[in-house]
């Protein structure tokens, strides 16, 4: 019998038994739009068309109307079923299927029909596959390159942690503009948030692209309002520094059902602006701290704002 994916418990399978966790009420600052615009409908249905997934969906975004409406989506590759099971996310858990060869090629037609100046491409966890997915992100890469020549690339990706390090190779050789990875929270919450994966691999995963490719620019998030302590969030931007990860990202985590981790608090914009600025202070050539930053969340500004950033920072290297 085939998984209703719109269903709860076929969709968190590994959360259906858990009790439910108190859904606390959003303050203003935090509350978005339903979408409506004609770009909107417009971005949605050329994903449709082209059979593909976005992280804007399946993750449960709140700033999908806003950035559909200007066109701008996250597509998410290798299936819409992860094989991992954090407790903060939506995207569905379970046995994924075998890749589809033929998606790097729609998602680079659905990009250069939307026009897009920048992309950005994620994927769910793929444990079961021997490089976790690495040569169909190249795949799709090279896809971009060609029939999108003039679009700059981002790609958001798992840790590989079960993979060989050609694997990681593999997607560097593939050479995005942006390598994104994401700590998620701090290492003291992974035990409950994030299980499945370890701190300080996705640590390492990070410095070790800047030393395969120092051209490429490197990107981590982490969410707060999980229980995380402040003085927790410094020191991941300190090993974040240490690993020279260029672009970092803060949102608010907002909790998606009863059945995952629950909201400790809900941090203020005051906070944020706080966080942003021992951000820059520390060393980054990009912050993006607010209730609603999210990895992609105006990631072409933002890589317009990056690369210009590096060139007055260090100008003999541009």
């Known amino acids: 019998m085939l998984r209703d994916l719109k269903l709860p418990d076929q969709r968190h399978p590994e959360k259906a038994h858990k009790r439910d966790n108190f859904q606390p009420k959003k303050p203003d600052w935090i509350r978005v739009k339903a979408p409506t615009s004609v770009g909107y409908i417009k971005t949605r249905d050329i994903i449709r068309d082209q059979k593909l997934l976005t992280v804007c969906e399946e993750a449960g975004c709140p700033n999908v109307g806003e950035c559909w409406s200007q066109g701008h989506a996250t597509m998410m590759i290798m299936g819409d079923i992860c094989t991992r099971g954090c407790t903060f996310c939506n995207v569905a858990t379970g046995k994924p299927k075998s890749l589809d060869e033929f998606e790097p090629g729609r998602v680079a037609h659905a990009v250069a029909e939307l026009g897009l100046s920048h992309v950005v491409i994620t994927s769910v966890d793929r444990d079961d596959l021997v490089d976790g997915g690495a040569e169909h992100f190249a795949q799709t890469i090279r896809a971009l390159r060609r029939r999108a020549p003039n679009t700059t690339i981002e790609i958001l990706t798992p840790d590989f942690l079960k993979c060989p390090p050609s694997a990681l190779e593999t997607v560097v050789a593939a050479r ?143």
Do not use: C, W
Request: a positive charge; glycine letters at 6%.
């Open 176 to 318: 995005p503009d942006v390598f994104n990875h994401n700590l998620e929270t701090v290492p003291s919450l992974y035990p409950e948030v994030r299980p499945g994966a370890r701190y300080f691999t996705s640590l390492r995963l990070l410095q070790r692209v800047k030393e395969l490719d120092p051209g490429i620019f490197t990107k981590s998030g982490i969410m707060v309002g999980l229980g995380e302590e402040r003085q927790a969030v410094a020191q991941v931007m300190d090993d974040m520094r240490a690993a020279d990860v260029d672009f970092l990202t803060i949102g608010q985590y907002l909790q998606p059902t009863p059945k995952h981790h629950r909201v400790d608090r809900f941090v203020t914009p005051d906070e944020f602006k706080a966080y942003e600025t021992a951000a820059y202070g520390k060393g980054f050539l990009m912050v993006s701290a607010t209730p609603l930053t999210r990895s992609s969340y105006h990631a072409g500004d933002d890589f317009a704002q990056l690369r210009k950033a590096r060139k007055e920072k260090f100008p003999a290297k541009n």
